[in-house]
């Protein structure tokens, strides 16, 4: 079945893992066969990836793209894996989502949680901020 996609003007959208910008105009593309598609929103670059969960993120993303390494990746992500949860055990649940779906080849489906990860890691910061400023 065929993927339909709306881009607005000037935005960008990568498929597989070609960058490809939108001109001036509202357009729709059909993709017809399967491959990585990420919108520019979606898209993480290295240099944004400073958490630990941004850094888990962006391997996820790699594997998403790049097949040729996915060896590579996955001995990264299973090494920020276990920083994360040595550091905040409670960040468990996320990172078996995202692991389900990496075992399972569903690497689009692990951005998807690996973005809900994220949002969970920026709560729990927060609340360490908001605990050091009763102090």
Not at 100 to 118: D, S, V
């Amino acid at each position: 079945m065929a993927l339909k996609i709306s881009l607005r003007p000037h935005e960008r959208i990568v498929i597989a893992g070609a960058v490809i910008a939108n001109g001036e105009k509202r357009s729709e593309l059909v993709i017809e066969n399967r491959v990585p598609i990420l919108r520019e929103k979606d898209l993480l670059r290295e240099a944004e990836a400073d958490t630990p969960c941004k850094r888990i993120y962006y391997v996820v993303q790699l594997m998403y793209f790049d097949e040729e390494n996915l060896k590579s990746h996955h001995e990264k992500y299973w090494g920020l894996v276990k920083d994360v949860l040595a550091a905040a055990p409670s960040m468990a649940v996320y990172v078996g989502r995202i692991s389900e779906c990496l075992i399972g080849n569903r690497y689009y489906q692990a951005l998807r949680f690996a973005h809900e990860l994220i949002e969970y890691e920026k709560e729990v910061l927060s609340r360490v901020v908001e605990s050091n400023e009763c102090i």
